[in-house]
């Protein structure tokens, strides 16, 4: 059974910083592209930052620059660095791990709350 759980999110002050992790259980996550997600109320779930297995990245506009994403597949975690946090970035985050082959299995965290204060 695949696992994915976060932790890290919190109430946070703008321009500050927190950092994210995503714990994989069952399963070797070295061979899943991780992205980060996040949903704001009445919104749709949308993607923050992405990490190919290679270690290639990829961000959302609204973060580039402020967010870094990282890997250790030695301790099947992901992680999220925010920095300089906006209020607009408040939201539940979520982590996503997509299986690399085409059409591979898709697993969902149960999300993180961030709130950030004006």
């Known amino acids: 059974q695949v696992q994915l759980v976060e932790s890290g999110g919190g109430l946070v002050q703008a321009g500050g910083s927190l950092r994210l992790s995503c714990a994989a259980s069952?399963?070797?996550?070295?061979?899943?592209?991780m992205g980060w997600y996040r949903q704001a109320p009445g919104r749709q779930r949308d993607l923050v930052a992405l990490?190919?297995?290679?270690?290639?990245?990829n961000y959302a506009d609204s973060v580039k620059g402020r967010f870094t994403i990282s890997r250790d597949n030695a301790k099947n975690t992901v992680y999220l660095q925010m920095n300089s946090l906006k209020p607009e970035d408040t939201a539940v985050y979520y982590c996503?791990?997509?299986?690399?082959?085409?059409?591979?299995?898709?697993?969902w965290g149960q999300g993180t709350q961030v709130t950030v204060s004006s």
């Open positions: 990490i190919t297995r290679g270690g290639s990245t």
């Open positions: 996503n791990a997509k299986y690399f082959t085409p059409g591979g299995n898709n697993y």
């Open positions: 069952g399963t070797i996550l070295s061979l899943y592209t």
